[in-house]
């Protein structure tokens, strides 16, 4: 019994290391769009990365957004060297988007698109965490 709850507790461990290595995981600062931009935590959720607006400012500082605690980027699922496959949502017209992300150090590439990606609007993020 001892035995397998330590094979359990190692295959947890195991996994929430793989988590932790994920280079999207943490937050990010949004660019500017629509007069306002975002700090997006980016976390697991299930097989992928789920990013939820945890804090917005605008030209005044910080506000307290309708928009908090929501998720801006859906079930983006790895898709090999820093790329990821899911949605996205557009908080000014309120429609989810194709979208694709990629990672490199602390640059995050965000698009989002409609036409089976001929019309994408994108984004450059910072890491902040």
């Not at 030209?59 to 898709?79: A, F, R, T």
Request: proline residues 3%; hydrophobic residues 40%; aromatic residues 8%.
């Amino acid at each position: 019994m001892k035995m397998m709850m330590a094979a359990v507790f190692a295959g947890v461990m195991g996994a929430g290391t793989a988590w932790a290595a994920d280079p999207a995981v943490g937050t990010w600062q949004t660019q500017v769009d629509d007069g306002a931009y975002a700090h997006v935590k980016m976390a697991p959720c299930g097989g992928a990365v789920c990013g939820t607006i945890a804090r917005t400012f605008n030209s005044d500082g910080e506000y307290k957004s309708k928009n908090l605690g929501k998720k801006l980027v859906i079930d983006m699922k790895p898709s090999g060297g820093g790329s990821y496959k899911g949605n996205v949502w557009r908080p000014s017209n309120g429609k989810i988007y194709i979208g694709k992300m990629s990672v490199s150090g602390a640059s995050l590439k965000l698009s989002g698109c409609v036409a089976g990606g001929l019309i994408c609007s994108k984004q450059t993020w910072k890491r902040l965490k």
